[in-house]
């Protein structure tokens, strides 16, 4: 893998580096003014800012109930030139992952990026940008073995929110503390809880040396097995994943197969909602959706109804993060299996004399369920490439369907990858784009799509014009072809 240094070049740094030394000396209070002159902090975020980019994604819960199309963003670094990137690892969590990565960079170009893998011993993604045409990206290097101590001030380099446009920003904070079994982590004085845009943020020295990420540790719920220290930002330092930048992990973080389903969207049952409804107690997991021929449906599962055990197991869930150990109760269930479920169910009643708003009853039933296979994903979709249309596209699956709020019954391919300056980039068509028709036919799999595009490479019409489904509308496309 190809590396430079030029991002972070220290070549301006000599004369503030004296001063820096010498006020280091003093003592790590926590709160105590930075001891790194303003100069060396302006020139160390210039030089590390294009490297630090917007990483947005969708993310769905991959095994037992349906959860999709929930849009994320993240700071994210670009470590290599050819455009590897960080992101925190939460973004792939238990059993919650990410897709159609997009990552914005300060410039404001957008490019799609793959999903690569997540190494069991540190909580952090790696994601490779689409980059065709070898594009050289600005990369931060980082130091295979850092030196860092307790008092040292550090620089990390973040994200605004989205109100102020994701500009980049940065906070420089003093290292104070550390934690060694079962393994070296630095504490800093950045704030808890953490903004967001600082979350998987670089984090750099005076000297304009990479030397670690603003991370956290995962929690059992979460799929946290080797280190337990969750719910504070940590400084995970350089040496830690330095051999991941040049070996990033292979492994697709894919979903397996053979999973069990319910086929329900769920929220958990919070005390507001417990009370607005007049149940006794919060806990539960509120069916805010149901599948349109899915186990649930079948089984007679309706909207509102509120789960309170499975298969003689409690539901207490009052966070969305609890939602996740009844996804993998739902997970473990042998398919074609049959389990009871006990709900309470909700019904609207005429208010009494004197009453004000909403009068509520509920009743408790139990509902046999058959558990069957998960519908396939996105990210097990078949695909087909068309290199003369620079377009790839894949089945519609039922995540695709619900994310972007279309009907169960819609058919079509999705665009999921185009070239660029191909013929399609050229004609405005964008990944994600659900395409329905080709000239007159209309597209219904992969196979009439692939029909449809060779039939037009044997007549060779100037245009070839296209109906996709874009943002919950029909939108026709025309592509120019130069054959």
Not at 145 to 161: F, K
Not at 204 to 226: H, M, P, Q, T, W
Not at 358 to 376: D, F, G, S
Not at 389 to 418: A, K
């Amino acid at each position: 893998m190809k590396r430079r240094s030029e991002i972070l070049r220290h070549r301006t740094l000599t004369t503030g580096l004296v001063v820096f030394a010498s006020l280091c000396v003093l003592s790590a209070v926590p709160g105590t003014a930075s001891a790194v002159p303003s100069e060396i902090v302006s020139e160390v975020f210039s030089s590390a800012r294009e490297a630090v980019v917007l990483v947005t994604y969708s993310t769905r819960v991959a095994m037992g109930d349906v959860r999709s199309g929930q849009q994320a963003f993240r700071p994210g670094v670009i470590v290599s030139e050819e455009g590897l990137v960080m992101i925190p690892g939460h973004a792939a969590i238990a059993d919650r992952v990410p897709f159609n990565i997009r990552v914005q960079t300060e410039a404001g170009r957008e490019y799609d990026a793959q999903l690569l893998g997540k190494d069991p011993s540190i909580n952090i993604v790696f994601i490779q940008i689409d980059n065709p045409e070898g594009e050289a990206f600005p990369f931060l290097e980082f130091e295979e073995n850092p030196q860092v101590s307790i008092g040292d001030d550090v620089i990390a380099v973040g994200l605004l929110p989205r109100t102020l446009n994701y500009e980049r920003t940065f906070r420089v904070a003093r290292v104070n503390g550390m934690s060694e079994n079962p393994r070296p982590v630095y504490t800093t004085d950045l704030p808890a809880p953490l903004p967001p845009g600082y979350w998987g943020a670089p984090v750099i020295n005076a000297e304009g040396k990479g030397v670690g990420v603003v991370g956290f540790e995962l929690s059992d719920r979460d799929g946290g097995i080797l280190y337990r220290r969750h719910g504070y930002p940590l400084l995970f330092t350089s040496d830690l994943f330095y051999s991941l930048i040049e070996n990033p992990p292979k492994e697709v973080l894919n979903e397996a197969e053979d999973i069990s389903a319910m086929g329900v969207y769920t929220q958990p049952l919070t005390e507001d909602l417990a009370r607005y409804w007049g149940l006794e107690k919060p806990g539960g997991i509120i069916i805010s959706t149901v599948v349109a021929q899915s186990p649930a449906e079948k089984a007679g599962l309706r909207q509102g109804d509120v789960i309170v055990t499975f298969d003689g197991e409690p539901i207490t869930a009052t966070e969305d993060s609890e939602v996740l150990d009844f996804t993998k109760m739902v997970q473990e269930k042998e398919i074609g299996s049959e389990v009871d479920v006990s709900v309470i169910r909700i019904a609207q009643r005429e208010r009494e004399e004197g009453e004000l708003g909403p009068a509520w009853e509920a009743e408790q039933l139990t509902i046999p369920l058959l558990m069957e296979k998960r519908p396939k994903s996105a990210l097990q979709a078949d695909m087909y490439e068309n290199e003369q249309f620079g377009v790839t596209v894949r089945e519609i699956t039922l995540d695709v369907v619900f994310s972007q709020n279309l009907d169960p019954e819609t058919q079509g391919v999705v665009v999921h990858r185009i070239e660029s300056g191909g013929w399609s980039a050229l004609g405005g068509l964008r990944r994600g784009d659900l395409v329905t028709k080709v000239g007159n036919f209309d597209v219904q799999s992969l196979d009439d799509f692939q029909k449809a595009l060779e039939l037009a490479a044997q007549v060779k019409p100037p245009n070839v014009y296209l109906v996709i489904i874009r943002g919950g509308r029909n939108v026709f496309i025309r592509v120019q072809t130069a054959w």
